[in-house]
């Protein structure tokens, strides 16, 4: 029997997957970048053949040919990736249109509140645990239905993204409790099932896939797929789940108290908890595991907007070299750029302001100021997004007992130290910050039967930590205050730009 395991990650701008062994110690890794397609304003899509599948494809083949690994060498797959997105599939299980994606999309805005209208705020939130945002799926399922009929005519079954991919890899369809958490209002939060309570006018529930828990195994590797990928007939396959969940099993994010802050495209926020804690800022989602549920909580526009600026304002610097420069040079500067704050609502954003018409703002420029400087603001303008999360979670009486950092942000330590002082708190960075789809290979483990939960814990060392700078804080303080009037002060004239 084989003893390697393999986790395969989509994100929102690549593709990552390892091989590991049971000890936790990882063999290869091979990353596959690729695009989001943003067809108008307030859009997010990806092709789930042409970018998800096709990612899958290459990576197995890489990991598995490439490194002259045997397929029966590997006991178990899992799968993680963005979402939770909306997938429309035909009676062959082909999708139908491009996947439309998380948070980030917010076409569905008027299909809230006409959810809202009909089911009522309250009740909304009473079911569900949580509000409506641009997070919640039921509203792009109407948005589908009202802007195209004649595709959802033909809609047989709908996915999410991890779930298309375990749908191509077994033949199975089936869904994670945490990411169907957000296919509200179909779901009984109570009881963490489906629900007909208010699908009458969305879908028949048997077109959702069945639901798991994330550790359990979805199916096995079939022909076609083995054919596809180079898998081996028959390789067991866990339910998996969406990348963030993933992203705080990899640094150890499991038990009551644990708060992963994930610095991605987008800032993903997971605190377990043994009991739903619902406030309308945030979600409240099933655990990765049976008995557990998550506080979740998202920025929509994080590292995505440091791509933006590299993108568009570093050209005369060779691409892979941008990055490099910019968070060097920001080193530099000082705290508060010289006098800048930066909204990072460059889509919307989600958790805890939930407004999907939000933009960015870059306030204070100056002729002094340099493009070095905006991209200080722009660090330090998530880091008060990250505040104002973390200040949420106090607020509602959930406890933090520790905060485990992960992703592409944590590889600059610039980032999280900025995130520690504006926050006053401590951060964890594991030794190994390979992100999801380290923690689908852990998944696969357990579904496989290959490795238990506590041996997370020997998967898992602490390598830095990051503690707030004393002199920083108090500057901090102020400059935070001002984000929040900033915001406050500049939201109808913001929202007044998008009036037809």
């Avoid at 990552?16 to 062994?21: A, N, P």
């Avoid at 029966?72 to 062959?92: K, M, N, R, W, Y």
């Avoid at 299909?111 to 705020?121: T, V």
């Avoid at 506080?295 to 568009?312: C, P």
Wanted: proline share 5%; aromatic share 8%.
């Amino acid at each position: 029997m084989g003893q390697l395991l393999l986790g395969v990650d989509v994100g929102t701008y690549s593709s990552k997957g390892v091989l590991v062994e049971p000890n936790g110690n990882i063999l290869n890794s091979h990353v596959v970048e690729h695009k989001m397609d943003v067809p108008q304003p307030g859009w997010a899509e990806q092709d789930a053949d042409e970018i998800w599948w096709k990612d899958v494809i290459q990576i197995c083949r890489v990991l598995v040919d490439g490194f002259s690994i045997k397929s029966e060498d590997i006991a178990g797959v899992a799968f993680s990736a963005i979402g939770p997105t909306l997938v429309v599939l035909d009676d062959q299980d082909k999708p139908l249109r491009p996947g439309i994606l998380y948070g980030v999309d917010t076409r569905a805005t008027e299909e809230i509140d006409i959810l809202n209208r009909k089911i009522g705020e309250d009740t909304v939130f009473e079911f569900s645990k949580m509000a409506f945002t641009s997070q919640s799926i039921g509203p792009k399922i109407l948005w589908v239905k009202r802007n195209e009929p004649k595709i959802w005519k033909k809609v047989k079954h709908l996915t999410t993204a991890s779930s298309y991919l375990v749908l191509r890899a077994t033949g199975e369809k089936v869904i994670d409790r945490h990411t169907a958490s957000h296919y509200m209002p179909l779901i009984d939060m109570q009881k963490l099932e489906w629900s007909n309570r208010f699908s009458e006018d969305l879908v028949d529930l048997r077109m959702l896939p069945r639901l798991g828990w994330s550790d359990h195994q979805a199916g096995v590797i079939t022909s076609k797929a083995a054919e596809e990928t180079g898998l081996k007939i028959g390789t067991p396959v866990a339910v998996g789940t969406v990348d963030a969940l993933s992203e705080a099993i990899s640094v150890g994010a499991v038990s009551p108290g644990d708060l992963m802050i994930m610095y991605g495209s987008t800032t993903f926020f997971i605190l377990v908890t043994e009991n739903p804690i619902p406030d309308p800022r945030v979600w409240t989602t099933g655990g990765a595991f049976k008995g557990q549920y998550n506080l979740a909580a998202g920025m929509s526009t994080t590292g995505s907007i440091t791509r933006w600026f590299r993108d568009e304002f570093t050209r005369d610097i060779p691409t892979d070299q941008g990055y490099g420069h910019l968070f060097s040079a920001a080193e530099n500067i000082e705290p508060g750029a010289g006098g800048l704050i930066v909204l990072p609502y460059f889509s919307g954003e989600r958790t805890p302001i939930n407004d999907p018409n939000a933009r960015g703002i870059i306030a204070g420029l100056t002729l002094s100021h340099t493009r070095e400087h905006v991209f200080r603001a722009m660090l330090e303008g998530v880091a008060y997004g990250i505040r104002h999360n973390i200040e949420t979670f106090q607020n509602m009486g959930a406890p933090i007992i520790r905060i485990l950092a992960v992703g592409g942000g944590t590889k600059s330590t610039i980032w999280p130290r900025i995130v520690s002082s504006v926050c006053k708190v401590k951060q964890i960075i594991p030794e190994l910050t390979i992100g999801a789809s380290y923690g689908d290979a852990f998944l696969a483990g357990l579904s496989s039967g290959i490795l238990q939960r506590s041996d997370l814990s020997s998967w898992v060392k602490v390598g830095k930590e990051i503690v707030p700078d004393t002199k920083q804080m108090n500057f901090y303080e102020l400059y935070f205050q001002q984000y929040r009037k900033l915001y406050e002060n500049t939201r109808e004239i913001i929202h007044g730009l998008h009036s037809p």
